[in-house]
């Protein structure tokens, strides 16, 4: 017995391959509500690979709220442009590129690549310093009537600190010395606490 799904795909894909009748208005194809949130989407990450932060500002509604987990909560249009135009600014020559994307009807979750060279403007107080920069990250954006609402942000901090040198290269010998002194400090503080308790 024929999967009903599979026979009533084949009809619909059919009846979309089928030559227009002389005279008869052309058809147009219908996008699900899915198709429709990763097409905004992916064009709001074009908009990013272009470096455009007004053209990006536009996607969000004006009480949005961008959860940057390695920076903090950007609330409002305003804020959510003003980083990324900072972003820009001190890596002038960034590209993004989207991996994967998984959309559901108000929801999606992209993963991203971020890649330049930090040598334009200083960024969140750190002057640049001429290193190239390579960041992954992740986002879930929420939707509704084709504006962002809210994104939550993940990407490695420490990563961008080491690559820039803000941090030593992990496992390095100024790594290791690093990670020995803080682990110092503990065991004294640890110390310092057990007797203040007994």
Known sequence: MADPKTAER????????A???PGAKPQRKRIT????VEERVR???EAMDRRDAGAMAEYWREDAVEDLVPVGLLRGREAIRGFM??????VPDGRTTVGRVVA??????VEWRLEGTFDGAPFMDIEPT???????????????D??????????????FARQIGMLPADGSGPDRAMKSAFNAVTKVRRAVAERRGA
Do not use: K, M, W
């Not at 509500?33 to 429709?36: D, H, S, V």
């Not at 135009?85 to 001190?90: E, G, N, V």
């Open 104 to 109: 559901g009807e108000s929801i999606c979750a």
């Open 19 to 21: 030559p227009a009748q």
């Open 130 to 144: 001429g290193s190239h920069v390579e960041i992954r990250g992740f986002d879930l954006f929420e939707l509704e």
């Open 146 to 159: 084709g504006q962002f609402v809210s994104n939550t942000a993940y990407y490695d901090a420490a990563s």
């Open 10 to 17: 084949a009809a619909s894909e059919a009846a979309s391959e």
């Open 33 to 36: 509500r899915r198709e429709a």
């Open 85 to 90: 135009d900072a972003t820009f600014r001190a």
């Open 43 to 45: 064009s709001y990450f």
